[in-house]
């Protein structure tokens, strides 16, 4: 009833009428069946709202948009660019409106962030790669301006457009490669190379949380482009990438909060997982920065990180990686830490950069291999079959939490008769019946709203480790291995004792399982 009442009224002769039934049927769409009633008519809906929009700046307005957008995310691709060139001029309205009156009271800058998140909303649904090429050049005022230490308060609302048209872009546009050294800019400053007076420090660190998903992304769908080319001073992209993250490091040591600094040492992942073979050149830098840091007073945080950067190291190149440890006299130490630090990580991503580093020393042979390193090789076999374990379990452990989830799901299914018994009487009141409805939604306020949470699109990459399963991996390192080094094959797995062998034999097959599943 609600529903047809409200849809109605958003098509009455007074604007004040249609304003407050546009904004009130985005309440009513937090009930199930409200979203199939409404479905037929998502058009001609959005068209109103756009209309009323063009009509009156109302954050209420903006604020129900968003949330027909998002209850109806995987149907709005056809309405999507208007909608966000609308979104975008009222964007454009209410920032003038918080900055020339002051009188707003902070509303209009409120209703602004409002566009910003309804536009996020629309990048975030199912659209056609292309329509995030044409989108670039409507949003590109709105980068431009947030770019800036006047339009800074929206950085952490635009961030993730950014990020979501990168993301959802196979190449980068000239249009989107101007804001990487842009936020590098804000982060680090302006390069001295320009001989500027502001080329001293940067404006914005605060916001490189905020950052990272974009510069992964930078990092990942730049290609060679990000590895040769430089920035309007000549500096290589991939130079300015480190000076940011020393920047941000040389802050975090004088303060207490590490957050930041695991932020951009994340970035190394990034930097490695997308160039195989193509950065043998920058591995020995990378090997310095985090080694040394090691050795830095900070928490297990920080130094694990760090330590699944020279993991990565091992993975992306193992001869290189531990040539370059052993002429800094530094193999010993490290792999000292590396043990000391195994029960340290916790999370499953932690564990499979760990576990692919280990078992990328069997890619070397035997005469690559350190002495120091050689005399332990049976002990870090052993620490690798712990590591599938601990692996598994974690896995176990997600698809425990999966099947309760869907138990939840199938309690909510004694829900769907009464739901489908109030769509009949929707139906028999709008062929005129008499019906007997329920009004205990009429006093529904706005704040019972229960915005469903989207992924964080700040955040959103696609890592290739995705694809890398670290048991079978290992697995085939050591098939490798017992092919073209037999010797030494037998030699390492003799280390392990017929438990070890069997739990590794056994971890392998179920491993296998959840592939296959």
Partial sequence: VRCVQETGCMLDKELPVRVKAAISLNCVLSQPEAEEILRPGLGQILEEYLKIMELIDNDGIVH????????????????????????????????????????DEGEGELAAAGCLSAIKQILSSQLQKQFYIQIQAVLEPIFDYVMTEEGCDFMEDVLPLINLVLYNSDEITPLMWKYYPQMVYIVAGIPPEANLEESKGGWGEE???????????????????????KDQYGVPLVELLFRMINRVIEIGLNGEDELDMLAVISLYFALIENNVGKIDHLIPYILDQNVRSTELKKSKSFKGICIEVVSLCFWYNPKLTITYLESKGWTTTFFDLWFKFLPSFKQDFNK???????????????????????????????AMVKLTTEVLE??????????????????????????????????????GEKVDMDDDDDDYDDEDSDWKNDEDATFVYDSPFEDIDEIL????????????????????????DENEKKTLSDNCVNCLLYTSD
């Fill in 64 to 103: 129900a948009l968003k949330g027909i957008v998002e209850t109806f995310s995987n149907q709005v691709s056809p309405y999507a660019y208007e909608l966000v060139v609308h979104l975008k001029t009222a964007f454009q309205k209410y920032n003038e409106k918080s900055n020339t009156n002051e009188d």
């Fill in 207 to 229: 916001f490189i949380q905020h950052m990272i998903g974009c510069f992964q992304n930078y990092i990942a769908k730049g290609k060679d482009l990000f590895l040769n080319e």
């Fill in 352 to 382: 499979q950069r760990v576990l692919v580093g280990l078992a990328s020393l069997l890619k070397l042979s035997e005469s690559e291999i350190p002495a120091t390193i050689y005399q332990q090789i049976g002990a870090i076999l052993k």
């Fill in 394 to 431: 974690l896995r176990e452990a997600d698809d425990e939490e999966e099947k309760e989830n869907k138990h939840e799901a199938l309690n909510q299914e004694q829900e769907q008769q009464v739901i489908q018994d109030t769509l009949k009487k929707i139906q028999s009141f709008k062929n």
């Fill in 473 to 496: 991996y290992l697995r085939d390192n050591l098939k490798q291995l017992e092919v073209s080094q037999p010797q030494f094959y037998s030699k390492i797995v003799s280390s392990l």
